[in-house]
């Protein structure tokens, strides 16, 4: 069995090769020649899986993404084939509310903002949302749902209206990239929802650039708006709008899900898909790949107070190293290459904060994501 997988998925070779016959690809690069050959074909969000890629391939039998999104997957198409489909929801949800929240720390610190007195509008609260507002919570941040599906689904937190969340100090949208169904989310932040945004807000793009008008963006920015944008997803990736970057203040190569534990976590959830699809009895397990993070344990020695949570937070994972690499490197490296050499980043678990006896006990680091021995 011919197991084509993406040369930037860590681990593949330790999950899958006991599984079948390895084949690392580009994922800009797959041609409908080579995919030809795959029994199994593993990708991330840069390969778009359709009719155009597979059509010359009589026996596949399982596509896998190790992403969250699957808008770069044509599912009708593999519905219509009879291939099975397995995508990795969740994988890096932490990790992208984990970016989340280094921005407002940094951001709060660049222009002396009260974090606590913030509100955050959240619009998507699937996985990362969630994942964003338990965080947000655990710093006592007020936060506000938008989320029409669920809501109408059933789920039995609080949503509010579109205009309501983008009324908040802070929007984060995660949504997924759709242009069809009720609830489109293509352009959803458009010219007119763009324009009436204040000057005082920020508006962070994590989930995918087409989700927000760039050029409308650009021109408002260019005409002097005061929005700030934290901004990891592009229109057009990897052509992106590169006049928009020096209109942000933090700029960033989709790499709002690349912890290491986040992609990792896509892999391995593929493998048991894999696993499961050929009636395998998985013996794998992340943990047993994952190296130990550099920084492992911090003792804190006082009272919790939002300076210390502000320095472990960034201690573990501070965005502005990402948004320096971006300005410095983009133009000679370019927008894939950036991605495909990204530094180790680890998640906030990866720490263990530990109380001196003297130190108060407060879940927060816990509730934060920390691990924190009680
Ligand atoms: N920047 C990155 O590195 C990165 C990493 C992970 C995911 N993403 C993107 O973020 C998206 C969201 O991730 P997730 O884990 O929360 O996905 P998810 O599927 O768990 O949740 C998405 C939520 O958005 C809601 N939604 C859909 N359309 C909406 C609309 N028009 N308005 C409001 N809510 C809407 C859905 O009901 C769902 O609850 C992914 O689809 C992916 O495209 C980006
Ligand atoms: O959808 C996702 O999971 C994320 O956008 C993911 O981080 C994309 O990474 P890529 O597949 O492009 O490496």
Not at 97 to 106: N, R
Not at 166 to 174: P, Q
Not at 233 to 261: C, Q
Request: proline residues 4%; contains cysteine; hydrophobic residues 40%.
């Amino acid at each position: 069995m011919k197991i084509y997988y993406d040369e930037n998925m860590p681990f593949a070779r330790e999950f899958f090769s006991g599984l079948g016959e390895l084949v690392p690809f580009a994922g800009r690069e797959l041609s409908q020649e080579t995919a030809a050959e795959a029994d199994v074909l593993l990708v991330r969000s840069i390969t778009r899986v359709n009719q155009a890629l597979l059509q010359s391939n009589k026996q596949i039998q399982f596509v896998g993404t190790a992403t969250i999104g699957v808008d770069h997957i044509d599912q009708a198409y593999l519905n219509s084939r009879n291939i099975s489909f397995s995508a990795a929801p969740g994988c890096n949800a932490v990790s992208v509310a984990e970016y989340v929240l280094s921005a407002l720390v940094v951001l709060a610190e660049r222009y002396l903002l009260d974090l606590s007195g913030l509100t955050v509008g959240i619009v998507g609260a699937g996985n990362t949302g969630t994942r964003l507002s338990e965080k947000l919570k655990a710093l006592g941040i007020r936060y506000y749902l938008c989320d029409p599906l669920l809501a109408e689904q059933g789920d039995e937190r609080e949503f509010v209206s579109l205009e309501r969340v983008l009324s908040c100090d802070v929007i984060s949208l995660h949504v997924p990239l759709t242009t069809a169904g009720q609830y489109p989310s293509y352009h959803l932040l458009n010219r007119e929802r763009l324009t009436r945004l204040t000057d005082k807000q920020i508006l962070i793009n994590a989930c995918r650039g087409e989700v927000v008008d760039n050029q409308a963006l650009l021109e408002l920015k260019q005409a002097g708006h005061g929005l700030k944008l934290v901004w990891d997803v592009w229109e057009n990736e990897p052509d992106i709008l590169m006049p928009l970057i020096d209109h942000t203040e933090i700029a960033t190569a989709h790499i709002a899900g690349y912890s290491l534990e986040g992609k990792a976590r896509g892999t391995e959830m593929l493998y048991l898909a894999l696993c499961k699809q050929l009636k395998i009895k998985p013996k794998l397990t992340l943990s047993q790949f994952l190296p130990p993070a550099s920084i492992t344990h911090v003792e804190i020695k006082q009272h919790f107070d939002e300076i210390i949570l502000n320095q472990l937070v960034k201690m573990v994972y501070d965005v502005r190293r990402d948004d320096g690499i971006f300005r410095q490197q983009l133009s000679c490296q370019g927008f894939d290459m950036l991605r495909k050499n990204y530094p180790v980043r680890r998640e906030f678990s990866a720490v263990t904060v530990a109380l001196a006896e003297q130190a108060s006990n407060n879940d927060v680091p816990h509730q934060l994501g920390f691990n924190f021995p009680r």
